[in-house]
């Protein structure tokens, strides 16, 4: 065992100890007499798709960022979203301006259909389970679905800010940095 995968397993190890006594007793050899910890899933098993949110469904429906494309954002390449919000800011001209909203509306129409797709399938998975009839090639297929499509929806965004960036100037893009508080 190499020494990252020997430190992994004792962290893993580790943190399961507390858990375990938790679960199996007072972790001093006698059984706990009423285990009351609380799931912090309560109130969860009455949302329509036990594994997301409300909000998480409208993110994914609407095309919200999400924090999705923070690798692109971060390093440099900025999103039509913003660079729309600081157009007069950063001197879009208007075929900048008119390429950039043309960008965010097919992005938009992209991201929505693959979202429209991934709640799609976390209700099929979700009615897997609910209606008892969830086995193990379902989930595989399913579950490597949902990857997948969330996959293209980060890819989606990432590529987004590829184009913006090539739509914009260094200097724009040094200006969009700056007054999004990355740089100095």
Known sequence: MNRINAVT???VLAASLPAAAQHHGTGHGKPA?????????????????????EQEQRGWLEGQGMGLARAAELNGYPGPMHTLELADSIGLSPA?????????QRHKAEARALGVRLVETERQLDA??????????????????IAQIQGSIRASHLRTHLAQQRLLSAEQVSAYNRLRGYTQ
């Open 9 to 11: 397993f004792a962290a």
């Open 128 to 145: 897997a389970f609910r209606e008892k009839r969830a086995n193990d090639t379902d989930v595989e297929r399913l579950t490597a679905e």
């Open 33 to 53: 007499e009423h285990a009351t910890a609380a799931s912090p899933y309560v109130g969860q098993e009455k949302r329509e798709i036990k594994a997301m949110s």
């Open 96 to 104: 900048q301006l008119a390429a950039s909203r043309e960008l965010m």
